[in-house]
Nanobody, 127 residues
Framework: QVQLIESGGGLVQAGDSLRLACAASGRTFSNYNMGWFRQPPGKEREFVAAMTRNGDRTYYADSVKGRFTISRDNAKNTVFLQMSSLEPEDTAVYYC????????????????????WGQGTQVTVSS
């Protein structure tokens, strides 16, 4: 089992930045590809960003590319999502997730491939 706990959400204004963190415990963190997903109010959960287990590849949704950056610290069992130039459309509950599935590219963006999920953290961006 892997336990994931997100932190760093909050209420910000458009144009602000925010950094989310996800602390993992349980099994060996470096064995897992990590992803961030979000669920806007009244909408389906959607892919935001992902990083491979050794950090050599990153993937982003088109809507956040150039504004969000995913990173990880395997020594601290933590994955981060740095969010800049936030927009009201970024308002959502943000979830981190871990997968031991080795597929990348298209597959790493699929929520169905992730085994473990955090409880989510709310990000609200006011205009």
């Amino acid at each position: 089992q892997v336990q994931l706990i997100e932190s760093g959400g909050g209420l910000v204004q458009a144009g602000d930045s925010l950094r989310l963190a996800c602390a993992a415990s349980g099994r060996t963190f470096s064995n897992y590809n990590m992803g961030w997903f979000r669920q806007p109010p009244g909408k389906e959960r959607e892919f935001v960003a992902a990083m491979t287990r050794n950090g050599d590849r990153t993937y982003y949704a088109d809507s956040v590319k150039g504004r969000f950056t995913i990173s990880r610290d395997n020594a601290k069992n933590t994955v981060f999502l740095q969010m800049s130039s936030l927009e009201p459309e970024d308002t959502a509950v943000y979830y981190c997730a871990a997968t031991d599935y080795s597929g990348v590219g298209y597959f790493i963006k699929l929520s169905s491939k992730y085994n473990y999920w955090g409880q989510g953290t709310q990000v609200t961006v006011s205009s």
